[in-house]
């Protein structure tokens, strides 16, 4: 079977899950280089994972490699200039969360793939988690009737990574990191409806002393559907990732959590090593997790992109759907700004999102 082959930029954490991914999972992907912006950080990624070559230079890679695909792992004020490469080199591109810092960036990105006919796939994995793939398929089964209200949470105590503190480099706090995921499995959920309005409320409790973004945040979206929507996102919550979903319909309600269901409880007076993620500890009673990265959906998710690319198919996420991610956590640091409801469209004229609450804090 010939192999598509793949690049990876960025040797972090969510590479080492995308590497994962393709190394256990992906048989017909085949990893042949890596980016990072420290060479000793690529190397060592590369001796870990026994990617063949290493580079600290993205065009040094893309001359040098054929790979097909370039997987975008990098922190997000590099996401569109990485993209805008890869394209213009005639590459597919998977990207991460966020798609963007800004709506500028993003309709760039989205025009630039187009002009040289690459696939922009947008990886939001909660399209994929089996859990929430299951939910998803039961309500088109019309298990809960028509529903009304979706809910989804995501919370942990913090960032593995000093780079997601700095406004600067990621664009915003915990919205920008976890709110995107909401917003993206709403829309997911609803067959890509429009959004009417968004009210968001948002405060830095915990990590004040690290960055001058929002550590928690509620956010309600109403689709002009009916459907509302909730999103609750936090960097301020001890004991470890939560990740759940509530879907709630006239004929029924499901919830469903990622993360329940797929741990053993353990007890160790000492503690051990790894439990799940974002768990500051494992003394004590713990949740030990097993098939972390298969449960989140990351496998499914990226299988799916490299038969986009094998068979010529249009992706399931794609760069317009992170463009409506990115339009809707705009209008929900407004909204938190201004202390009112945001219709959209939105396009406001910021340079980030962030800075649409952070003026206003000022003013």
């Not at 890679?61 to 394209?87: F, G, M």
């Not at 002009?224 to 939560?242: F, I, L, P, Q, R």
């Not at 759940?244 to 053993?264: H, N, P, Q, T």
Request: charged fraction near 25%.
């Amino acid at each position: 079977m010939t192999k598509t082959k793949v690049a990876i930029l960025g040797a972090g954490f969510i590479s080492d899950i995308h590497v994962e991914s393709y190394q256990r999972f992906i048989p017909e992907a085949e990893i042949l280089a890596v980016y990072a912006r420290n060479i000793g950080k690529a190397r060592a990624f590369a001796e870990k994972h026994h990617i063949p070559a290493y580079f600290d230079d993205v065009d040094q890679l893309l001359a040098e490699t054929d790979c097909e695909v370039i997987d975008i792992c990098v922190p997000n004020y590099l996401h569109a200039i990485n993209t805008i490469k890869a394209a213009k080199a005639g590459k597919h591109i998977i990207i991460e969360k966020p798609l963007a810092v800004t709506l500028e960036e993003a309709d760039e990105m989205i025009a630039t793939c187009k002009a040289n006919n690459v696939k922009l796939m947008y990886a939001e994995e909660l399209c994929f988690a089996p859990k929430y793939e299951r939910a998803r398929q039961v309500v088109k089964e019309g298990a809960v009737g028509e529903v009304y209200m979706l809910k989804q949470a995501e919370k942990h105590s913090g960032p593995h990574t000093d780079w997601f503190y700095d406004i600067n480099l990621a664009g915003g706090g915990v919205l920008m990191d976890m709110g995107c995921h909401a917003m993206g499995w709403f829309r997911w959920m609803l067959g890509n409806a429009k959004v009417k309005d968004v009210y968001a409320t948002m405060s830095t409790v915990l990590h004040g002393g690290r960055t001058k973004g929002e550590d928690n945040a509620i956010v309600i979206v109403e689709f002009e559907n009916g459907v509302t929507c909730v999103a609750e996102d936090s960097w301020a919550k001890h004991g470890g990732m939560d990740d759940r979903c509530e879907i709630y319909g006239k004929g029924g309600v499901i919830y469903a959590d990622l993360f329940m269901g797929s741990s053993a409880l353990t007890y160790s007076r000492e503690g051990y090593g790894y439990a799940m993620e974002k768990a500051d500890t494992s003394a004590g009673w713990s949740f030990t997790i097993f098939e972390e990265v298969f449960n989140q959906g990351y496998p499914h998710e990226l299988k799916h992109f490299i038969e986009c690319v094998r068979e010529d198919k249009t992706p399931l996420v794609t760069g317009e759907d992170g463009r409506a991610v990115l339009e809707m956590l705009y209008a929900a640091y407004a909204s938190a700004g201004q202390g009112k409801k945001i219709s959209l469209p939105f396009h406001p004229k910021v340079d980030r999102p962030i800075d649409l609450w952070l003026n206003a804090k000022q003013d």
